[in-house]
């Protein structure tokens, strides 16, 4: 009797291994789904910053989390080459890109003139604070499609720039 009740037990457990694996691996593949949601690939192009939801293609590329604000210490992942950037265009073609975090987006891009927001999805974002700060050379900046029904802060959106 106690050879059978062991077995049982035997089988018990190892379906118990089975579920909590099965179960282990559901989230991880969700995990990895939203990841994959909330990627934002970025690259310079004749300086033009492209955001985009497909890769750019472009020499100096990399990507980042939307759903996430950027880290405090390290900035925005272009922040190397911010004098090179003239133009930024979120391009939608694969996707709208969406941004939960705007803070700071576009900040101390000094010599942006020229920025294309139609490819970006706001409808998420809780945030816009000095989305645009520093940028003292944006003469003009269409912002009639951004979605900010969720916008908490706004609060120096377009500080220090002299030339709007």
Request: charged share 20%; net charge negative; with cysteine.
């Amino acid at each position: 009797m106690q050879i059978q009740e062991a077995k049982i037990m035997s089988r018990i457990k190892k379906t118990i291994m089975v579920v909590l694996f099965v179960i282990l691996m559901a989230a991880a593949s969700v995990t990895v789904y939203a990841a994959e949601k909330d990627k934002v690939y970025w690259g310079i192009d004749n300086q033009t910053l492209i955001l985009s939801k497909a890769d750019t293609g472009c020499s100096a590329k990399g990507e980042f989390d939307g759903s996430k604000p950027f880290d405090v210490n390290e900035g925005r992942p272009w922040n190397r080459v911010n004098a090179l950037i003239s133009e930024v265009k979120v391009d939608g073609s694969a996707g709208m890109v969406q941004i939960e975090d705007c803070m700071d987006l576009f900040y101390g891009l000094s010599h942006l003139v020229k920025v294309d927001l139609s490819g970006l999805d706001t409808g998420k974002t809780t945030s816009m604070w000095c989305m645009f700060d520093g940028c003292s050379s944006l003469k003009t900046v269409d912002v009639s499609m951004l979605n900010t029904s969720n916008v908490t802060n706004m609060q120096g959106m377009f500080y220090q720039c002299a030339s709007l």
